[in-house]
């Protein structure tokens, strides 16, 4: 017998399906069940790299760590990773399929129902319950008759399904009605609860407006989520950046951490560990006023390396960062980050830019960057060579990562890593710039905390063990959840689903 569906669908964008679908891979891998994410469709620049070297969006490897699995490519067969000008790389069962016009796309998805079909087929052979996240809204009507992501997988399924409200936006109950309204007939009936998400306040309050809701939409209200400060889970896509969701952080500190806030920016979780570590502040900035006098500058990864250096430029912030890495600042560069820190980009195949185009970099490394179409995606592990400054602290330790971009990197300088037995990255001579390909390397533990001891930090930081961390997030949001939500109820629709 094939494994029951959960879908989680929303009221909107980012109104929690990602958390709430990772609490739930939680939940109820704690009641012993085998459980797994699946999202048909992602849309984000945050990318996973699975342990055969596939690529998936970010949320659903978070999810699957949460169920205390693996990520497969099945998680999440159609990623679309935006590079502007509406515009989209596809990558497609984990490998790159050409670029996607926002105009084709619709047309483009009836080809892309079998990989979706076949990918949910496989996890429901495999595991005893699957937990779908939808994308958007399962209401848009210019978007309903081609959808892949939400109500055509719930149909396909049979599917019990929650809708999600984000109640601190404002307005949710009218979303909820709303969105029940637009949806077709079939798909409606699918809808066994709404769940109210991000709640600030006593629930009691909210029962007025529920008994309304439950009346009009013929759903109940399965369970009232509250906000809950530092979630300490991945993000799906750079939306939490704008609404401050992994802002700052604040008070005392020994070490600064600026980092820039790209316009395409990928993998931004790279930075996640140091807003855990003690002494420091880490800073998002997006113009040059912004700057201030940090102790290390870290430039993210970037969908659009070419696209997104134009903007630093335009920014003023090239300017800026020269001057602060003049004056003692460390610079750190992670892939499209590591590429800008170059004196040249090349792009004869006209995989970012125009073909021929030639880009000047920072040169704050003696490195070029040709760009390439066949991409790299692996996951990788190594040590840290020996090289100056900063860095020193952190010679010889191990370290583990993933890779994926696309692009060559090479010059005279210092190779700042050791990968599976290749160089990787590159150094200045006096250790104050850095670049590497390597995702997750500030989740490394012994390296992070050599380098933010390199630059000052003395509080006692011992105690911060990126997996702990990791796990405790897991559990605390599950504990939340647990509480919030009538898991009882939701066991029981689940097993009539299965009849």
């Known amino acids: 017998m094939t494994a029951p569906v959960l879908m989680v669908v929303g009221t909107a964008s980012s109104v929690g399906k990602s958390v709430l679908v990772t609490a739930l891979c939680r939940i109820f891998a704690d009641l012993g069940v085998r459980v797994t994410p699946f999202k048909a469709q992602n849309m984000s620049n945050n990318a996973a790299v699975t342990a055969d070297g596939l690529e998936i969006g970010r949320a659903q490897a978070e999810q699957a760590a949460a169920a205390r ?80 992501v939400n109500m055509r997988v719930a149909r396909h399924t049979n599917a019990v399904t929650l809708l999600v409200g984000d109640i601190d936006r404002g307005g949710v109950f009218a979303h909820f009605l709303g969105t029940l309204d637009l949806m077709y007939a079939d798909d409606r009936a699918l809808v066994g609860g709404l769940v109210i998400n991000r709640f600030r306040g006593d629930p009691s309050l909210l029962q007025p407006a529920i008994d309304v809701v439950e009346e009009r939409g013929g759903v109940p209200v399965l369970g009232i989520v509250p906000w809950i400060e530092r979630l300490g889970v991945a993000d799906e ?30 993998n931004f979780d790279d930075i996640d560990p140091l807003l855990s570590e003690p002494g420091v502040r880490v800073r998002w900035l997006e113009s040059a006023q912004e700057i201030g006098t940090p102790d290390l500058i870290v430039i993210p990864g970037t969908k659009a390396t070419v696209a997104d250096l134009a903007w630093l430029r335009a920014q003023r912030l090239d300017v800026a960062i020269h001057a602060r890495a003049e004056a003692g600042a460390r610079v750190l560069g992670i892939c499209g980050g590591y590429q800008m820190l170059g004196e040249l980009l090349i792009d004869r195949e006209g995989v970012e830019a125009v073909p021929g185009t030639e880009v000047a970099g ?84 012994g390296l992070r905390r050599a380098l933010l001891s390199a630059l000052g930090r003395t509080a006692d930081g011992a105690d911060i063990e990126s997996a702990a961390e990791r796990e405790a997030a897991f559990d605390r949001l599950a504990d939340v959840v647990r509480g919030a939500i009538d898991i009882g109820r939701l066991r029981t629709m689940l097993e009539e689903a299965r009849r």
């Open 362 to 445: 920072l040169g704050l490394l003696p490195v070029t960057t040709e760009f390439t179409a066949a991409k790299e995606t692996r996951r990788v592990a190594g040590v840290v060579r020996p090289t100056e400054g900063m860095w020193a602290a952190a010679s010889g330790l191990e370290v583990r990562g993933y890779e994926i971009h696309m692009g060559r990197t090479h010059g005279s300088a210092t190779a700042l890593l050791t990968l599976d037995g290749h160089e990787d990255g590159a150094v200045s001579a006096d250790g104050r710039v850095a670049g590497t390909y390597l995702h997750g390397l500030l989740h490394n533990d």
């Open 237 to 266: 896509d750079a939306q939490s950046l704008e609404r401050g969701a992994r802002g700052s952080t604040s008070g005392a500190h020994e070490v600064d951490v600026a980092v820039i806030r790209l316009p395409r920016i990928a």
């Open 69 to 148: 699995i693996e990520p497969t490519v099945e998680m999440n067969p159609v990623l679309l990773k935006p590079q502007g000008d509406r515009t989209s790389q596809l990558v497609l069962d984990g490998r790159p399929a050409g670029l996607l016009r926002s105009v084709d796309f619709l047309e483009r998805k009836r080809d892309l129902w079998p990989h979706v079909e076949r990918a949910l087929a496989t996890l429901r052979e495999q595991y005893e319950l699957v937990i779908v996240e939808g994308a958007g809204s399962p209401a848009e009507p210019n978007l309903q008759a081609g959808d892949i």
